[in-house]
């Protein structure tokens, strides 16, 4: 079946614009995790959905940066006034979450996200 | 606050050899542990997990991991490395308290020689 698929695959900006990078889980993935790689590091947690809810979104780190998944499916990704620092890729995860204990996590592509 | 360590940046070994890619964790309370592989312009697979029972966990493409408690640690071994099994790798550990954050490693880079 079809796998994780994030769009765009790469996206330059100016500085201080908005950017909003979207993720499409695996069919009937109720969590779905959004990570963050930057050059030479492991991918670097941000947020957590099971469902709709943000479950744990401790890993943002500061209030430019936002997430949804409105109908607990697809989600959003969005960076307000981007900053040089922000450039990474941009990783998304889908996983059933068992009762048992933690699903494997599929990752997605990831966006390469360029701020000019 | 949990973490992972893998000491080395890089490991090199000959086609052939087995290869051990090391791993220490810190949680507070019982750890998940996973090794990811990342290949050039890929994204991350999958390859194994620890979530409890037995200490040797075999998964894809012929690598396994032994858990060891005492030492914190969750080395990724195979017995017979192969040069497509070069690689980026990565190790990630969850605590099973509960929590849904997952901590990866800074990646070991896995040089197998003809």
Same mark, same amino acid.
């Given at each position: 079946?079809?796998?994780?698929?994030?769009?765009?695959?790469?996206?330059?900006?100016?500085?201080?614009?908005?950017? &909003?990078?979207?993720?499409?889980?695996?069919?009937?993935?109720?969590?779905?995790?959004?990570?963050?790689?930057? #050059?030479?590091?492991?991918?670097?947690?941000?947020?957590?959905?099971?469902?709709?809810?943000?479950?744990?979104? +401790?890993? #943002?780190?500061?209030?430019?940066?936002?997430?949804?998944?409105?109908?607990? +499916?697809? +989600?959003?990704?969005?960076?307000?006034?981007? &900053?040089?620092?922000?450039?990474?890729?941009?990783?998304?995860?889908?996983?059933?979450?068992?009762?048992?204990?933690?699903?494997?996590?599929?990752?997605?592509?990831?966006?390469?996200?360029?701020? #000019? | 606050? *949990?973490?992972?360590?893998?000491?080395?940046? *890089?490991?090199?070994?000959?086609?052939?050899?087995?290869?051990?890619?090391?791993?220490?964790?810190?949680?507070?309370?019982?750890?998940?542990?996973?090794?990811?592989? *990342?290949?050039?312009?890929?994204?991350?697979?999958?390859?194994?997990?620890?979530?409890?029972?037995?200490?040797?966990?075999?998964?894809?493409?012929?690598?396994? %991991?032994?858990?060891?408690?005492? *030492?914190?640690?969750?080395?990724?071994?195979?017995?017979?490395?192969?040069?497509?099994?070069? %690689?980026?790798?990565?190790? %990630?550990?969850?605590?099973?308290?509960?929590?849904?954050?997952?901590?990866?490693?800074?990646?070991?880079?896995?040089?197998?020689?003809?």
């Amino acid at each position: 079946g079809a796998g994780v698929s994030q769009t765009p695959s790469n996206k330059v900006t100016e500085k201080g614009k908005y950017v &909003e990078l979207r993720c499409d889980p695996i069919s009937g993935h109720t969590a779905l995790y959004w990570y963050r790689q930057s #050059l030479g590091q492991g991918p670097e947690f941000l947020i957590y959905f099971q469902g709709t809810g943000a479950a744990d979104d +401790s890993g #943002l780190p500061n209030d430019r940066f936002f997430a949804v998944r409105p109908e607990g +499916s697809v +989600s959003t990704l969005k960076i307000q006034r981007t &900053e040089r620092g922000d450039s990474a890729v941009y990783l998304c995860a889908s996983s059933l979450e068992l009762a048992g204990g933690p699903d494997t996590q599929y990752f997605g592509p990831g966006t390469r996200l360029t701020v #000019l | 606050a *949990q973490s992972v360590a893998q000491p080395e940046d *890089q490991v090199n070994v000959a086609e052939g050899n087995p290869l051990t890619v090391k791993c220490t964790y810190s949680v507070s309370g019982n750890p998940y542990l996973f090794w990811y592989v *990342q290949y050039p312009n890929r994204g991350l697979q999958f390859l194994l997990k620890y979530i409890t029972g037995d200490n040797l966990v075999k998964g894809s493409y012929g690598f396994e %991991a032994e858990f060891n408690k005492s *030492q914190t640690s969750f080395h990724l071994k195979k017995p017979s490395a192969l040069v497509s099994d070069s %690689a980026l790798y990565f190790c %990630a550990v969850r605590d099973s308290g509960g929590y849904q954050k997952v901590t990866f490693g800074t990646g070991t880079k896995l040089q197998v020689i003809p």
